[in-house]
């Protein structure tokens, strides 16, 4: 299970507001390119006032928003004619940018460790790649959870709100890090284990279906 499944109603929520944007000339890429520059705007500015808790406020206003402009860019890709090569490239490159954007200022809560968030930040861009090779070996592109990029998104816009109110945080929380990044190797295997089980299937469909089409093509004497 994991909050990708909820995606189609979520569109569904933002279709009017997408109508309105293509006839207005916005672009997908014009939407990927703000997500991903937003993302690089707060991560930074969280950053840079880490000692002020209330900025963390920032993270779930932005997550939320960021997750809506995901579901804009491909509704206008897919639903207004605007997909393209450059686009893909955008778009997956600005969602690994975004998360390490987003994941890195977490390392200067007390008493969340670098070495830990740095972990979880590899390992967040190890799940897309996973689900990337997807089509490279003939399955389709996979976004198996259970921490994929929008559950990613809810756990870190929940600790931002957390970090946000001044909540205190105890030393025992160096175990959510650990459990994320347990979660995101589960999340890796089952990637890879559905995209090798379907590539494979693919595969064989493929080569059943050769001798006929090879039969079939054959003159008639």
């Not at 929008?150 to 709100?161: E, K, N, P, T």
């Not at 590539?199 to 469909?205: D, K, L, M, N, P």
């Amino acid at each position: 299970m994991t909050l990708y499944q909820i995606k189609p109603k979520f569109q569904a929520l933002l279709r009017p507001l997408v109508k309105r944007l293509a006839a207005r000339g916005v672009t997908a890429n014009q939407v990927t390119l703000a997500a991903a520059g937003g993302s690089l705007v707060v991560g930074a500015l969280v950053a840079a006032l880490a000692w002020l808790p209330g900025v963390f406020l920032l993270m779930p206003l932005w997550l939320f928003a960021r997750m809506a402009l995901n579901a804009i860019d491909g509704m206008l890709a897919r639903e207004h004619g605007q997909q393209s090569v450059l686009g893909a490239y955008l778009n997956e490159l600005g969602d690994i940018v975004s998360d390490i954007a987003l994941i890195l200022p977490f390392a200067l809560v007390a008493p969340f460790g670098a070495g830990e968030i740095m972990v979880f930040a590899l390992l967040a861009v190890i799940v897309e790649c996973a689900g990337l090779i997807g089509p490279l070996a003939g399955a389709s592109r996979r976004y198996d959870g259970p921490l994929g990029k929008s559950d990613r998104a809810l756990v870190l816009g929940a600790l931002g709100l957390w970090a946000g109110l001044g909540l205190s945080l105890a030393h025992a929380a160096h175990w959510l890090w650990v459990m994320l990044s347990l979660l995101s190797l589960l999340t890796i295997a089952n990637r890879v284990r559905r995209g090798v089980a379907e590539g494979e299937q693919a595969r064989q469909a493929r080569a059943q279906a050769a001798p006929h089409t090879k039969s079939s093509s054959q003159p008639v004497e």
